[in-house]
T-cell receptor, first 113, second 111 residues
């Protein structure tokens, strides 16, 4: 079991471009959570998904951000028209049950130039 | 507002010495408290998890304590090693799936 896999590890985008971050949960995990970590700050909850369903997206900005977890394939966090303030580390976690057994990926570091 | 405050922000210790990190929280209701270790450029890795009824839990040289009445927790590192250099994050869970993260304590172990 390779753990939670996130790719790419590093992503550089120019302002206005789109960023797509991928997260493959651990085998057997159907719950996925995305967190954002700004420099010198703790991780902040963004969105919680189960297969094909968004359970809670209350931590996600209302515009430009979207997330999905399709029946097949990884979970995707999409940021449209990126701005410099989107530069951060984005972490994905998965669990076999809600609020139990979290495992984090190594994160994607997004830099907007 | 659910908050998790950690202290100190950073500390430097000599290899072989012990240290204690502090965590105060205001998260309510309370489900569990976790300590994570995050190496630079990596995701957080769980060290311990404690529920309301537990007041101490160990994982090798790491020992966490919890006082649910005063809403305080500590993480004690015994006989530190160079590989202990990392950020240690206190994470508190309410009765749902949202974790509240502290900003972390950066520990640097020097030979």
């Amino acid at each position: 079991n390779a753990g939670v896999m996130q790719n790419p590890r590093h992503l550089v985008r120019r302002r206005g471009q789109e960023a797509r971050l991928r997260c493959s949960p651990m085998k057997g995990h159907s719950h996925v959570y995305w967190y954002r970590q700004l420099p010198e700050e703790g991780l902040k909850f963004m969105v919680y998904l189960q297969k094909e369903n968004i359970i809670d997206e209350s931590g996600m900005p209302k515009e430009r951000f979207s997330a999905e977890f399709p029946k097949e394939g990884p979970s995707i966090l999409r940021i449209q028209q990126v701005v410099r303030g989107d530069s951060a580390a984005y972490f994905c976690a998965s669990s076999p049950e809600r609020n139990y057994g979290y495992t984090f990926g190594s994160g994607t570091r997004l830099t907007v130039v | 507002k659910n908050q998790v405050e950690q202290s100190p922000q950073s500390l430097i210790i000599l290899e072989g010495k012990n240290c204690t990190l502090q965590c105060n929280y205001t998260v309510s209701p309370f489900s569990n408290l976790r300590w994570y270790k995050q190496d630079t450029g990596r995701g957080p890795v769980s060290l311990t998890i404690m529920t309301f009824s537990e007041n101490t839990k160990s994982n090798g040289r790491y020992t966490a304590t919890l006082d649910a009445d005063t809403k305080q927790s500590s993480l004690h590192i015994t006989a530190s090693q160079l590989s202990d250099s990392a950020s240690y994050i206190c994470v508190v869970s309410a009765n749902d799936y949202k974790l509240s993260f502290g900003a972390g304590t950066t520990v640097t172990v020097r030979a």
